[in-house]
């Protein structure tokens, strides 16, 4: 498949949290990686417009009393893919190194959601980011990597993640370049 299929395939949005929140901090990013997450909200209708609007309108959650701010690149449920921060700016998502080497992604989990459908679509989500960034397979890690946490907590049951980049990489294998230069379309 031709790249700009691919992209085309992932149905994205583009949502940007405004210049100036708090959890947009404008830094500049060094891009090592992409840091694969789960959303852990298993509600009903926690999907990606759902948590685009939180992350864009809210983007913090309160520990004792005290105001954490998060943000990350883009979030993917079974329908869509919407986009957060350019990538070329640093997210809050894994950790100060995590957030200084990587693109965070959040893949939904709520109840009623298609979950393969919603793998397979952060997959190709990957896929392209790794052939328009010049990355590799092994450049694709967990939040657990950064920082211990549990997450993304559905693909870190049994082969699940091995079969997860096994996706990806058939993904990133049987693109083809376009006549366009990728740097030309928005992923």
Same mark, same amino acid.
């Given at each position: 498949?031709?790249? %700009?299929?691919? %992209?085309?395939?992932?149905n994205?949005? /583009?949502?940007l +949290?405004? $210049?100036g929140?708090?959890?947009?901090p404008?830094?500049? +990013?060094t /891009?090592?990686k /992409?840091?694969? !997450?789960?959303?852990? @909200?298993?509600?009903?209708?926690? =999907?990606a417009? &759902? !948590?685009?609007?939180?992350?864009? @309108?809210?983007?913090?959650?309160?520990?004792n009393?005290?105001? @954490?701010?998060?943000s990350?690149?883009?979030?993917v $449920? =079974?329908?869509r893919v919407?986009?957060?921060?350019? /990538?070329?700016?640093?997210? #809050? !998502?894994?950790?100060?190194?995590?957030n200084?080497?990587?693109?965070? +992604?959040?893949?939904?989990?709520h109840q009623?959601?298609?979950?393969?459908?919603?793998? =397979?679509?952060?997959?190709? *989500?990957?896929?392209v980011?790794?052939? =328009?960034?010049n *990355?590799?397979i092994?450049?694709?890690?967990?939040?657990?990597?950064?920082?211990g946490? @549990?997450?993304?907590?559905?693909?870190?049951? %049994?082969?699940? #993640?091995?079969e997860?980049?096994?996706?990806i990489? &058939?993904?990133?294998? %049987?693109m +083809?370049? $376009?006549?366009?230069d990728?740097?030309?379309? $928005?992923?």
């Open positions: 498949m031709k790249r %700009g299929e691919l %992209g085309a395939s992932l994205l949005e /583009i949502e +949290i405004p $210049d929140r708090p959890n947009r404008g830094v500049p +990013i /891009i090592k /992409i840091t694969v !997450h789960n959303t852990s @909200n298993t509600g009903r209708g926690a =999907d417009a &759902s !948590h685009s609007n939180w992350v864009r @309108n809210t983007g913090y959650y309160e520990i009393g005290k105001r @954490n701010y998060v990350w690149h883009y979030t $449920d =079974d329908h919407i986009k957060q921060l350019p /990538i070329s700016e640093m997210g #809050w !998502h894994a950790g100060r190194r995590g200084s080497l990587s693109i965070g +992604i959040e893949i939904c989990m009623g959601i298609d979950q393969e459908t919603a793998f =397979d679509r952060a997959s190709r *989500l990957i896929a980011l790794l052939y =328009d960034l *990355l590799a092994e450049d694709v890690v967990t939040h657990k990597y950064w920082t946490k @549990n997450c993304p907590v559905l693909l870190l049951q %049994g082969q699940k #993640w091995e997860f980049k096994n996706k990489r &058939s993904y990133l294998e %049987g +083809i370049q $376009d006549s366009e990728p740097a030309d379309q $928005d992923v």
